[in-house]
DNA sequence: ATTATCTATAGATCTATAGATAATGC
DNA sequence: ATTATCTATAGATCTATAGATAATGC
């Protein structure tokens, strides 16, 4: 007992980047404060001197977990068929706790409160754009909702990989979508 | 207090529609078994006379919840247009207590026994087999891996466009996905 | 007599707070 | 003196059960 700041910062740091994590895992109601702060290896009794409320770091975590997927955007950026493949790779399938807030959380995030859906949102258009700016963008003038196509097929698939029960199936849905998502929206010299 | 067979029979259905419902709105966790007896009009007491648990109820109410999704299955083997468009209708976005389970309740189902997992992998499977045979019948041979495009676009938008606080954002996503997968999978002609 | 439902409650768990403890930092 | 964390607990809520009540159905 008896920490400096500096301890302090660690520790919401850490608090925040174990509820980003378990909240993706198990939905955001699906792990307790005490739980979280276990992991931390603190007590419940801290925590309120971090945060006012649990819905504050429902907001932080959901922050920090989106951005998770800078790497992948910035792999995106670079090459897009490449971006896909990682999106939906079997690692990205199984490893739900670093995972793309949108597969693993979209639900939750729905029945969220306004500033998480805000923060959503706005992470949402950034991808729509970095996806527009990546579709053949010599060929096409009409990119905008084929954008929307690709994103919503990307974390559909990833969704139904993870739901069904049959890993062959999720299997191919991963593979399949894969194929041709990069069919339709790769330059074929990529 | 003291009632029939038949009455028995009436209050277990009428517990696993409310259940349905609630699941599909509020998330299988956002619910209490105190509510929905209330919503039903009973108290908690009775509910372990149908039900030897929670889970039970759970699977269920999702069998239940997927039955739902029966009347747009027959439209959309009518006509495949008529189905993409019910499915990424406002309607079928605002109205979440009759919704397709994939969009209201993947995550949970990801996160829930493997009795329900099963269930949401036979319906998934019928769904996408019902897809392949729609999609350009005579013209492609392919036609599986499509279908998977298809179905995760479908889920993926409707996911998209209810978390997002914008609501003009959800219009152009739901409209923009809708013509490009009209475009992509129905014949010209229909 | 049996049973469908009710009232009441046990036991577990979760959020949030109160007060104690042991360091930090002026 | 201030503060970061700890122990302990209040108050709310949730699942599941026990026992009472008032009908049904042999």
Redesign the interface.
């Known amino acids: 007992m008896g920490h400096s700041q500096a301890e302090k910062r660690q520790t919401h740091e850490r608090i925040v980047n174990v509820a980003a994590k378990r909240f993706r895992e ?2 955001i ?2 792990i307790s404060i005490a739980d979280i702060m276990k992991e931390v290896g603190a007590t419940v009794g801290g925590f309120y001197r971090h945060f006012d409320s649990r819905d504050d770091l429902v907001a932080e975590a959901v922050a920090v977990a989106f951005e998770d997927m800078d790497t992948w955007k910035n792999k995106t950026r670079k090459n897009l068929r490449s971006g896909i493949k990682t999106y939906l790779s079997a690692a990205h399938r199984n490893e739900l706790t670093t995972s793309c807030v ?1 597969s ?8 969220s409160n ?1 500033q998480t ?2 923060l ?2 706005e992470r ?2 950034g991808d729509l754009e970095l996806l527009e700016s990546m579709i053949r963008p010599e060929l096409d003038s009409n990119r ?3 954008a ?2 690709l ?7 990833l ?2 990989a ?5 890993e062959k ?1 999720a299997r ?2 991963l593979s ?2 894969t ?3 990069v069919e ?1 929206f790769c330059p074929a010299d990529e």
């Open positions: 198990r939905g109601e699906g949108f693993s959380l979209s639900t939750d995030i729905h029945r306004s859906r805000e959503f949102t949402l258009r905008r909702p084929k929307m196509v994103y919503s097929s990307l974390i559909g698939a969704e139904l993870r739901a069904t029960s049959d199936l191919q849905i399949g979508v194929d041709e998502l339709l």
